[in-house]
């Protein structure tokens, strides 16, 4: 498994990469067409991501030069710092749910069962009530009028956004809360205060992302509480004990909400969805992300080497 020690970077001077620059925009761009259409589920969505950028920003500008450092040192910049490995990263997460959901198809032909992965992590955004049980479903506003914009709002802007808040935003600020909390404390509880932080941090950003669902109608029964909670928790697990990147999550996210879609709203239609400014926008990043890799594999490959050795 990759060593976040050596990937993630312990100062939060490093700034954003550009391709997760490109998808916070696409987040962004997205509430902000719910908000301007009076889709009140947007001005909850919009809020939340932006009180977490702006709670980032003020942690970091209060704090100076020590927090950046101090909290780098405990909890490592999850989004690359090479723009290739960011962009594999991101690819590897769109292919991973239709690979898992290829396999446990395959398998529940040959032993009578059927399960969709979309299970684990049913979009926020297109569940019976939105969060904070505010608002209606994507589903049930003007929004399914549009078949692009729905495909924009739900696949890239909520599988960025809410991969962004709960598996980032989240993070940083109870380990930053929790820092400030212990100065003066060597070992909370008998642990190691590094170690202490992290897992209370990804504790409590787990409960958060478990309680979101309880405001999501779609979650009715206890198990699904348990599975949102389980996937949520490996996901940070991997994120900030191994390594694995945030744009990963935030691919397998955005791939999970499409095929979610295709579910529900039938394959036929997420493809005429396709057949707009939508299909132009997915193909021109996918194109911009695989030429880059491409143009620089010969660098690249080595670092990728490396990644996957450590």
Do not use: C
């Not at 312990?10 to 259409?37: A, C, H, M, Q, S």
């Not at 997460?93 to 040959?110: E, R």
């Not at 699904?224 to 949520?232: E, R």
């Not at 620089?296 to 050795?309: C, N």
């Amino acid at each position: 498994m990759p060593s976040v020690t050596k990937f993630h970077s312990r100062n939060y001077d490093v700034p954003f990469n550009v391709l997760l620059i490109v998808l916070l925009l696409f987040t962004v761009i997205g509430n902000l067409w719910l908000v301007l259409n009076e889709i009140y589920s947007g001005v909850v969505y919009f809020t939340f991501f932006t009180g977490g950028i702006i709670s980032y920003v003020i942690i970091l500008t209060l704090g100076g030069e020590g927090i950046k450092t101090k909290l780098g040192g405990v909890l490592r910049a999850p989004f690359s710092v090479s723009l290739g490995l960011a962009s594999i990263s991101y690819l590897a997460g769109w292919v991973a749910p239709f690979v898992l959901q290829g396999i446990i198809s395959s398998i529940g032909k040959i032993m009578n069962f059927s399960f969709s992965i979309t299970s684990l992590s049913i979009p926020l955004f297109t569940g019976a009530g939105s969060l904070f049980g505010i608002g209606q479903s994507f589903a049930q506003v003007e929004i399914a009028e549009s078949i692009p914009w729905k495909l924009f709002t739900i696949v890239f802007s909520a599988g960025t956004g809410e991969e962004f808040i709960f598996s980032f935003v989240t993070m940083f600020i109870f380990s930053a809360v929790l820092l400030l909390a212990l100065r003066g404390v060597d070992k909370p509880l008998g642990l190691e205060k590094d170690n202490f932080i992290i897992g209370t941090a990804i504790l409590l950003s787990t409960i958060l992302f478990v309680g979101a669902h309880s405001l999501n109608g779609t979650y009715t029964l206890w198990y699904m509480f348990l599975i949102a909670g389980i996937f949520k928790l490996v996901s940070l697990v991997g994120i900030y004990y191994y390594g694995l990147f945030l744009t990963f999550f935030m691919g397998y996210h955005s791939a999970n909400n499409q095929l979610y879609l295709i579910e529900t709203d039938g394959f036929i239609s997420v493809l005429n969805g396709f057949i707009s400014w939508y299909g132009v926008l997915f193909v021109l990043l996918f194109l911009a992300i695989i030429g880059y890799i491409a143009f620089t594999w010969g660098s690249l490959r080595g670092e990728l080497q490396r990644y996957i050795k450590s």
